[in-house]
Every structure is written in C-alpha cells, then in structure tokens.
C-alpha cells in the first residue's frame, strides 16, 4: 500500500510588502497504531513511510522482541483517521508485553509518554560489544554526504533524518520521518530485515541526541551515535555506561565526542 510522505498545501507567503499564494510541500503526520495479538499498544505520530520497518524496529527498540522471528506477521491496514498495524507476535513475547505494558500516546518528540515508575525508565543494559575503531574520516565524508541523501528534508524541511553509514563513511540508506525516534527505528527495523552487523558501521542522526536514541541504539547494538545536535546528560551517562561512542554537534569539519573517543581515530 503507497502512503503519501508529503501533501501540497495552498499558503501565503508575505514577503518585502507583498502577500502571494503559493503551494508548499507539507510533510504527512499520520497516527499509527501498533496492535499487538489484538491488543493496542501504542499510537505514534509518524511519517506514513516504511511502516513495517518502523513497526519491526519500534518493537526490537522498544524491547518487545529480542528476536525479530517472534513477530510471525505484520499487517499495514488503511483507516479513514489513521493506520493499524496488526502484528502478530510470538506467544512467550506477547505475555512479556501484557506483564509490562504501558499505555501511553505517542507524540511526535516524545520519548518516554506513557512510562509509570523511574524504575520502568532504563532497562537491563549491557555493553555494546565493539570491533575496532572508526576513522573520523569516515564519519566526516558521511556527514557530508547525509544532507543530500534526506531528499523529504529538502521538499518540506520538517523532518529528522537517521542514517545507517559503513566504516569507510559511506550512507548506506537513509529514513525520515517527523519523529526522530521513529526515524531510528525504521533504520533498526531496515537493519534486521537484511540481517545488517551493527559492529560494521555507525548511525548519523539529523537530531539531537537524547536518552531513548541512545537507549534504543544500545538495545540493538549500535556502538557509535553520531548526532548534527548536542546530547543530553542523562544520554551521556548511558552512552557510557552501554559502551557506545557519542558524537555531537557533529560537521564534516568538526565533532564533539562525549564517551568512549577511543574507538575513534585519525
């Protein structure tokens, strides 16, 4: 099923004392629930995009799945206010998610709606097993390659951007959606489709750097983050703590690292 990533709008533009009609490319938010076995678990805020990786890399983030063959099916079904997504998935991870299920409304921006108690906040973290270093050359010739792979950005300029890039640099593809952390996931999701080792490469983001994108890169085994924006403290102490290497502020030119600047290298 096609889903359209953006629309055209009528706008007027006033500019130097004069007000003109114009039609502007607007990006698509679409409501998207995720139903599990039935059950509703969340509604996102998202580009209409890559649903099924989107779903399949929400659910590995999320900690849902720990293997992408516990979801036996996903089902992309058009309604007239939005998208169910009927997934089914595997027995032992379905009772997992009804003993720790949380309701929530998930907006676009928002990383932890929904959660009950701190202690729900971080999961169990181990730390990301890592495989040499990675040239900062590689990650200045894949921020400068970046913008011009985020072809939504350029037509509305209302969207993030994630990137999954090689270790010589090179983006291997690219997902955008309004919500940054749905971008992730739809580059998690693409990742365990084709069965990609996270230890071969690193992430670029067009964001900032916040807790859950850490998270999420942690529970999938993504060892480098690199993000165009600042971190947060608390991304930073789990960063740390998960063993990835987080870049910010990062320009072809110049890169703030944050943790672990060992494994990067000239």
């Known amino acids: 099923m096609n889903y359209t990533p953006a629309q055209k709008r009528s706008v007027q533009v006033a500019e130097k004392g004069r007000m003109d009609q114009i039609n502007d490319q607007i990006s698509a938010e679409t409501p998207i629930a995720l139903v599990y076995n039935g059950v509703s678990h969340v509604v996102l805020m998202a580009t209409p995009t890559d649903i099924t990786e989107l779903a ?21 079904n058009s309604q007239a206010n939005g998208i169910v997504v009927n997934i089914e998935l595997a027995s032992a991870a379905f009772m997992q998610l009804k003993n720790r299920r949380r309701q929530m409304s998930g907006r676009t921006g928002c990383g932890l709606c929904g959660i009950d108690s701190l202690s729900a906040i971080e999961p169990n973290i181990a730390a990301v097993p890592r495989q040499g270093a990675i040239n900062l050359a590689a990650i200045q010739r894949a921020l400068t390659d970046f913008n011009h792979h985020q072809k939504l950005h350029k037509l509305t300029g209302s969207v993030h951007g994630a990137a999954w ?28 489709h084709t069965k990609v ?38 991304a930073i102490d789990l960063a740390q703590k998960a063993n990835i290497t987080l870049v910010g502020f990062a320009r072809h030119n110049r890169q703030v690292i944050y943790t672990h600047p060992h494994f990067l290298h000239f």
């Not at 399949?56 to 992309?76: H, T």
């Not at 690219?174 to 992730?184: F, P, T």
């Not at 964001?207 to 165009?228: P, Q």
Request: hydrophobic share 45%.
């Open 56 to 76: 399949l890399g929400f659910s590995f983030s999320e900690n849902i799945i720990q293997d992408p063959k516990q979801i036996y099916a996903i089902e992309v």
């Open 197 to 234: 080792d996270w230890k071969h490469g690193f992430v670029v983001l067009s964001s900032r750097a916040s807790f859950e994108v850490v998270m999420k890169s942690a529970l999938t085994g993504i060892g480098c983050v690199v993000a165009v924006s600042a971190p947060t403290t608390y």
């Open 165 to 192: 890039a090689s270790l010589s640099g090179e983006i291997v593809t690219v997902r955008e959606d309004v919500g940054r952390h749905n971008a992730l996931d739809k580059i998690i999701g693409w990742g365990l």
